[in-house]
T-cell receptor, first 114, second 109 residues
């Protein structure tokens, strides 16, 4: 029962470097989300996808890009990392956007930008 | 603006009952979720309310009053493993979840 799998679990980057965070789900969910979680704040939505080949901006999209080439995968890219992007990143998926369908979360990626 | 308010931290005793409150102001309402998050782990789904009233699920219950913009999570017969953060989230008119900062619950023996 893998559910939602995120890689890597930890990463340290230098300012200006780029990287891609990977998210894979095996529940055949249409909807996928990328959040960041910072101390003292609620989860904030970065980007989301309502199906294969679609992406949309969330609350805090600047500095990030995403792609959903396959239904099961949702990639989050940082083109030029900044210290303000130091955070814990969570990927989530759901079968629907409404109707009480919960979002299922991966274990998170802890990212530090020096 | 959209806002979810919950207490930052609460302390309770093992075996007791605790109520965690959540008040919200959002653009539209399509349901309220409660999640549990242990330190260093992923949030996990606890409950969902879309109509007024109480939903009971074992030791956990969740209440909603849409007219008051208010919900609470009630945890009974507290166990040490219930030490975690509890996150309140409201689904707005765009079907996006707006999250509170979470309530850290500390259980003492």
């Amino acid at each position: 029962n893998a559910g939602v799998t995120q890689t890597p679990k930890f990463r340290v980057l230098k300012t200006g470097q780029s990287m891609t965070l990977l998210c894979a789900q095996d529940m055949n969910h249409e909807y996928m989300y990328w959040y960041r979680q910072d101390p003292g704040m609620g989860l904030r939505l970065i980007h989301y996808s309502v199906g294969e080949g679609t992406t949309a901006k969330g609350e805090v999209p600047d500095g990030y890009n995403v792609s959903r080439l396959k239904k099961q995968n949702f990639l989050l890219g940082l083109e030029s990392a900044a210290p303000s992007q130091t955070s814990v990143y969570f990927c989530a998926s759901s079968s629907d956007s409404g109707g009480g369908q919960p979002q299922h979360f991966g274990d998170g990626t802890r990212l530090s930008i020096l | 603006g959209q806002n979810i308010d919950q207490p930052t931290e609460m302390t309770a005793t093992e075996g007791a009952i605790v109520q965690i409150n959540c008040t919200y102001q959002t653009s539209g309402f399509n349901g309220l979720f409660w999640y549990q998050q242990h330190a260093g782990e992923a949030p996990t789904f606890l409950s969902y309310n879309v109509l007024d009233g109480l939903e009971e699920k074992g030791r956990f219950s969740s209440f909603l009053s849409r007219s008051k913009g208010y919900s609470y999570l009630l945890l009974k017969e507290l166990q040490m493993k219930d030490s975690a953060s509890y996150l309140c989230a409201v689904m707005d008119s765009n079907y996006q979840l707006i999250w509170g900062a979470g309530t850290k619950l500390i259980i003492k023996p």
